[in-house]
């Protein structure tokens, strides 16, 4: 591999908090340091900003079981073009991935197809059902990085803590939704003014703090590893801080959407707008934006969950739920930026450094040695959403015609370069 030096680029450095103008160069898929460099291809970045490939955890890729939605080669297509080179896969499959011949199927098929690094989480109970643990050791060895239900709430505390147990045991991660699975069941908004108006079965935003008491308390019995899939309430927030400065091992994520857009751009009754837990009130947003700036919250996540025409023309109620996120994660990202909430730094802390971190990856990093996963990009450049030239099979996208700012130029994964298509009009 021939080695490449990016020049007069504006290097994002999430690990030392820094955002400057320098070199950056790769070799043999790896960061390097300026020496034996000879031959290098130079790449002037123009001043654009080069920044660590982002790591998304929590992606649904719908292999196996409904491939018409999403494979593994037009997700890893789309997280490309999104500038995230490692896609972290739930297991909320047909089948689940909850044995180890279901988990090689996957990681072999992510192999063959994708162009970026493929993670898979595996489940915590057989068919994600709640009532029986999955084989978690076994599941460890065959190479899941994490194990979840998804969005499916185990409801025995006693079945849920005895999972936690196991994966302390052996130093697994457990990616749990914090939600009351009672208070929560059949909603599709929450509880407020706007929700009476239109009419939609609604929660309230308590539902998701009781639900991570529960867990926090069980992580407290246990001692083992957890990680909230998202946060999306100020309430819950008060609780994630609490348990951080408890000593917890407690992490938490939040998904793009929840972090710009709020319950209002349902609008009238748009399906699209439609995700698990439901999109909040403006208050909640801000807390949560302002959560993620701080630190208490860690993760950014797309929550990719793609849906077909299909699932979303439907009544608001009976629609899917899900909305689709690899492309649109990083210009999505710029809002809080160009709004001043946080630091590009910052930023990528949550997007890329501090995902990689919790998975215990090497990733995420400019410091030598480091993979050479890297995305260049231009965090001005405005363009008017297009749905139809996403990556993605399903175009299930809150942001389509909606004008953002923050174009991917290319993406790098192991030092490989990786072609992006236009996602817009402009």
């Known amino acids: 591999m021939i080695p490449t030096i990016f020049t007069n680029a504006r290097l994002i450095d999430p690990e030392k ?7 950056l160069a790769i070799k043999d898929g790896v960061i390097a340091g300026p020496q034996g460099l000879d031959g290098a ?7 654009k900003c080069l920044a660590p490939g982002i790591v998304d955890i929590g992606v649904k890729v719908s292999e196996p079981g409904e491939r018409h939605k999403e494979s593994f080669r037009t997700a890893g ?6 500038g995230v080179t490692t896609i972290v896969t739930r297991p909320d499959t047909l089948p689940a991935i909850d044995t180890p011949e279901v988990l090689e199927f996957v990681r072999r098929r992510a192999n063959e197809a994708a162009p970026v690094n493929v993670l898979p989480m595996a489940a915590l109970t057989r068919g994600r059902e709640g009532r029986e643990m999955a084989e978690i050791g076994f599941l460890l060895d065959a190479g899941a990085v994490a194990f979840t239900d998804c969005d499916r709430v185990t409801e025995n505390p006693k079945v849920f803590s005895r999972c936690m147990t196991y994966a302390a045991a052996l130093g697994a991660l457990v990616v749990a939704h914090p939600q009351e699975p009672t208070l929560s069941a059949g909603a599709a908004a929450t509880s407020g003014k706007f929700a009476a108006l239109k009419g939609i079965p609604a929660v309230s935003p308590l539902a998701e703090r009781m639900g991570l008491d529960r867990d926090i308390a069980i992580v407290e019995m246990t001692g083992g590893r957890y990680h909230a899939d998202q946060i999306t309430t100020a309430r819950a927030v008060v609780r994630l801080q609490r348990a951080k400065e408890a000593g917890l091992d407690v992490t938490a994520g939040v998904s793009i959407h929840h972090l710009t857009l709020n319950e209002l751009d349902v609008g009238d009754y748009r399906t699209f707008f439609k ?3 439901p999109l909040r009130s403006e208050d909640d947003r801000l807390a949560v934006a302002e959560a993620v700036a701080t630190g208490v919250i860690d993760v950014i996540s797309s929550m990719h969950t793609p849906q077909d025409e299909e699932s979303k023309r439907l009544p608001f109620e009976e629609a899917a739920s899900g909305a689709i996120g690899l492309e649109t994660l990083l210009p999505a990202s710029m809002r809080l930026y160009h709004a001043g909430q946080i630091d590009l730094p910052g930023l990528w802390r949550a997007l890329s450094l501090n995902p990689a971190k ?8 400019l410091a030598p040695e480091a993979p050479a996963d890297l995305v260049l990009f231009d965090p001005d450049a405005p363009f008017v959403m297009n749905r139809f030239k996403l990556q993605s099979k399903s175009k299930n ?3 389509d015609e909606a004008r953002m ?9 192991a030092g490989e370069r990786i072609n992006v298509a236009p996602i817009s009009d402009v």
């Open 17 to 23: 908090g820094t955002d400057t103008i320098g070199t």
């Open 41 to 47: 291809t130079q790449i002037d970045c123009d001043g």
């Open 77 to 82: 297509l789309a997280a490309a073009a999104g």
């Open 275 to 277: 995700v698990k837990p």
């Open 358 to 365: 919790r998975l215990g990856l090497s990733s995420g990093r």
């Open 397 to 399: 996208t809150p942001f």
């Open 405 to 413: 700012e923050g174009r991917v130029l290319d993406t790098w994964v």
